[in-house]
């Protein structure tokens, strides 16, 4: 299972991408990036961390006698990412990211159009 906790959902996904994971992990489910407020303190983002750690372990322990690879694609604001994947890894839980192609087609001066490809998952 791969636990997607970004701000671009599944359905936003090339189909490679969701092909890909679905190849490596199986199953895929989205689980909703939180809105990290910007003047939180520290201790308030390792706070949030831990309760969508809480909430992601819930789900990876329903899932410990699956053949396949359990992970999480975590991306988003960097404090909590950093938290959130630290906690995960301590635990034995993969962690990932997506990698992409950055295709830029310049439309006029002062305007692009920037078209993202999917690469593949790289492990935090």
């Not at 199986?26 to 961390?49: I, Q, Y």
């Not at 831990?50 to 372990?57: L, V």
Request: hydrophobic content about 40%; proline content about 5%.
């Amino acid at each position: 299972m791969l636990i997607n906790l970004s701000n671009h959902p599944v359905k936003s996904w090339s189909e490679k991408q969701l092909e890909t994971a679905r190849k490596i992990y199986g199953t895929v489910m989205d689980m909703e990036f939180p809105a990290v407020n910007p003047e939180a303190s520290k201790e308030e983002v390792r706070k949030l961390a831990f309760d969508f750690f809480n909430k992601i372990t819930k789900i990876t322990d329903q899932c410990a006698n699956q053949p396949l690879p359990v992970a999480v694609h975590i991306q988003g604001e960097f404090t909590f990412v950093f938290n959130l994947v630290t906690l995960l890894k301590s635990s034995g839980i993969k962690c990932v990211a997506s990698t992409s192609k950055r295709n830029v087609t310049e439309t006029s001066p002062g305007e692009k159009i920037i078209k993202f490809e999917f690469v593949q998952f790289r492990e935090y």
